[in-house]
């Protein structure tokens, strides 16, 4: 049997690494509550991210509901956002009280279309919420001046983003509000965590209040808030993998590249744009198979690779406006590109320390036995 390969893996730190970080938290006996990892993450956070402010959070799905939440807006008010992500984006939105309305992606870089959201905005929306889907990033400045144009907050899922720059700016600094992710899986992990990046001092206090039952002092509650809170051990793998995510960014450049190379010159597959004026991360290695032209379509592909013990993954398959989970029914039809990116796209193994040789022999089967 073949070397089994799963679609991602974690980048950890070397253990002793961790170990001296921990060391001080069993003389202290201080483990969660905001102790001296987690300011120290967060201040480093922001220097690496470019950022002004930054509340860390306990995974990134709680970043995105709880600064929804602090917005502020009025139940039944409507969002527009993009059916091509997972599940959290549209599931946040959706537990605010709030109603998604989906507006389809473009078929180059599968973000969000600016030119299909202003038919959408009604006298109930209140926001736009896009996705920098696989580390693309979205058009900012077009959605940023409907934004304007409309009184509406803008609010990026930047889950897929860590580390981005475009033109030379932290990813996190665009819209109202960004949300980072730092789950095992991506590119930067704290075990699970995440973080709400934004402009207005004044979601400060707000964001803080709320992951943390709204106490602020012993004798003192003044906000209805839950718990949301980054502990000490999840900060200090934070610190640890903090500085080691560039040399992880550059070993993935290297797989992607190695992917590039093999797989541009096959008919019927298409690879991700690489966009002009982004600095990326090479989070993820989607491929688009035209089943007329390359002869298989995406689910035989996939299966074939399990033949050989290699993962790959329909991310993202169903699109989030097809759950039968909402009370409101949507129309896949009414997204036709995100739809048709979703029935096409497989996400092919992709982590730091995958091996070229690996890569090789994913595209050979692809290459040659399918
Ligand atoms: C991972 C992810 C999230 C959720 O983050 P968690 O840390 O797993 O809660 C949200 N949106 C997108 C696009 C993601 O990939």
Redesign the pocket.
């Known amino acids: 049997m073949d070397k089994k390969i799963l679609v991602t893996q974690s980048t950890i730190p070397p253990m002793d690494e961790y170990i001296r970080e921990i060391e001080s938290l069993w003389e202290t006996k201080w483990l969660t509550n905001m102790g001296s990892k987690h300011v120290q993450l967060q201040q480093e956070l922001a220097a690496y991210l470019g950022v002004e402010n930054i509340e860390l959070m306990v ?3 709680m970043s ?1 509901e709880l600064g929804i939440q602090v917005c502020g807006f009025e139940r039944g008010s409507e969002v527009i956002t993009t059916p091509f ?2 599940t ?2 549209t599931h946040a939105i959706v537990r605010n009280g709030l109603k998604p309305v989906f507006c389809d992606v473009k078929p180059d870089d599968y973000t969000i279309d600016p030119e299909k959201i202003e038919a959408l905005i009604s006298d109930k929306t209140v926001a736009i919420m896009p ?1 920098h889907v696989y580390g693309n990033i979205c058009d900012v400045e077009a959605i940023d001046s409907i934004a304007r144009k409309h009184g509406l907050k803008v609010l990026y ?1 930047a ?2 983003t860590f580390g981005e720059t475009y033109k030379g700016k932290g990813v996190g600094n665009f819209g109202d509000m960004s949300f980072f ?3 095992a899986t ?1 590119v930067f992990n704290t075990i ?1 965590g ?1 973080a709400v990046c934004f402009h207005d001092e004044k979601y400060k206090q707000s964001l803080y209040d709320i992951k943390n039952f709204g106490i602020h002092g012993p004798e003192e509650v003044k906000a209805v808030g839950g718990n949301a809170k980054m502990n000490e051990f999840c900060a200090s793998m934070g610190l640890c993998n903090l500085r080691h995510v560039d040399e992880a960014i550059e070993k993935r450049k290297k797989v992607v590249e190695r992917y590039r190379e093999k797989l541009s010159v096959i008919d019927g597959i298409k690879l991700n744009v690489v966009q002009d004026g982004v600095k990326q991360n090479y989070a993820y290695f989607p491929v688009v198979f035209d089943p007329e032209v390359y002869g298989k379509n995406r689910d035989e592909v996939q299966e074939i690779l399990a033949g050989y013990g290699i993962g790959s993954r329909k991310y993202f398959y169903p699109l989030t406006n097809s759950y039968d989970c909402y009370e409101w029914k949507f129309d896949t039809a009414e997204t036709p590109i995100a739809k048709s990116i979703s029935d096409n796209v497989l996400c092919l193994p992709l982590y730091a320390d995958l091996s070229l040789e690996d890569v090789d022999r994913i595209c050979r089967i692809i290459t040659e036995k399918c």
């Open positions: 995974n990134g799905h995105i992500t997972f959290s984006t996705v899922d889950a897929h992710s730092f789950h991506k699970e995440g």
